[in-house]
């Protein structure tokens, strides 16, 4: 899709069990498993699907209290991060979603902290079957979340969406400079109607067709893009664009520039500022490519837009050089 009604699109999702996180605690999942509640999946319905407790649902769903107080369960992030967004989604709850939740952070070393907690999100009213986006107005680098629903009830998913922000002071060396894990992300592209811009720089080969970015088939003049941020502004030394499991629908060709841009909101896919770093360049089906001597000299960059020529899939990007430790986004 070329656009998104997800307002935090441009961030990193902090929940998601690929980066290692976790839902270590819940005072009561009697109806639904507390793990369910940050499936990478999209919520579903199957209309006549019961378990031994009743109606199955897919997300986490406490008993009905009787007693006073209310339900809570904790997330711990796979990596430490700062969150700008989350969404509460009640997809499929209807009679049985909480009429409010709010949430709190802490940085701890346990699997369920005992606090201080701080509050990220006072409580909110819910809808049910709906999302409930909410901006965090906070730049702190936290280790859990705990999600409270008042006093019970059903949660589809909880999105958190947010930044890593590493720690570059003993980096020597090159390194993947737009790794996930290093604080890279993608923040825009022209389309991801078949794969999430957001597959290009986790860790590892992708395992499928469906983990990477792919965009529809273009039927008009152009070609798709897509906008990187490096977690570091540095010297881009060595590049793998990775087509894996993509065979039928790899892009014919591919080319880089970058920049250097002050602020990440100034770095637009449409921006003068652009400056080639690899002509277009011939890819292949299902395969890694490397590129070193055709790549430009443009010194420290902060942000990457690769195009493909004219639509397709790319399974990774890897962007290996030196921070430039003088420089600062």
């Given at each position: ?13 902090l ?33 006549d ?43 499929f ?25 701080t ?39 909880l ?25 890279g ?9 078949y ?71 100034k ?63």
């Amino acid at each position: 899709m070329a656009a998104s009604s997800n307002p935090f699109r441009e961030w990193i999702q902090l929940e998601q069990p690929r980066l290692g996180s976790q839902v270590t605690y819940a005072t009561d999942d009697f109806f639904a498993a507390k793990e369910r509640l940050i499936d990478a999946k999209d919520p579903v319905f199957v209309d006549d699907k019961y378990d031994d407790h009743g109606k199955w649902m897919d997300g986490w769903e406490s008993r009905r209290k009787r007693t006073p107080g209310h339900d809570h369960c904790v997330i711990k992030l796979g990596v430490p991060g700062v969150v700008h967004g989350v969404d509460i989604d009640t997809s499929f709850f209807t009679g049985n979603y909480p009429p409010q939740a709010s949430i709190e952070a802490c940085v701890s070393e346990d699997d369920v902290p005992a606090g201080p907690w701080t509050e990220l999100l006072e409580k909110t009213d819910l809808q049910g079957d709906a999302h409930h986006y909410a901006e965090i107005e906070s730049d702190a680098v936290w280790t859990h979340l705990r999600l409270n629903i008042f006093p019970d009830g059903g949660i589809a998913r909880l999105r958190v969406f947010g930044e890593i922000r590493p720690d570059f002071s003993a980096v020597t060396g090159r390194i993947d400079l737009v790794a996930l894990e290093n604080g890279g992300r993608a923040i825009e592209c022209s389309d991801e109607h078949y794969g999430s811009m957001h597959n290009l720089n986790v860790a590892g080969r992708g395992v499928n067709m469906g983990d990477g970015w792919e965009t529809a088939r273009r039927r008009g003049p152009g070609n798709d893009w897509v906008v990187l941020a490096l977690g570091h502004p540095g010297k881009i030394e060595k590049v793998e664009v990775d087509t894996a499991h993509f065979k039928g629908n790899y892009p014919d060709r591919v080319s880089l520039e970058a920049a250097m841009f002050g602020s990440g909101d100034k770095a637009k896919h449409d921006s003068k500022a652009w400056q080639q770093l690899l002509p277009e360049s011939k890819l292949e089906m299902d395969k890694q490519h490397y590129f070193e001597d055709e790549l430009k000299d443009l010194g420290p960059v902060s942000h990457v837009r690769m195009s493909i020529y004219p639509d397709g899939g790319v399974s990774r990007l890897r962007l290996h050089g030196h921070i430039a430790p003088d420089y600062k986004i």
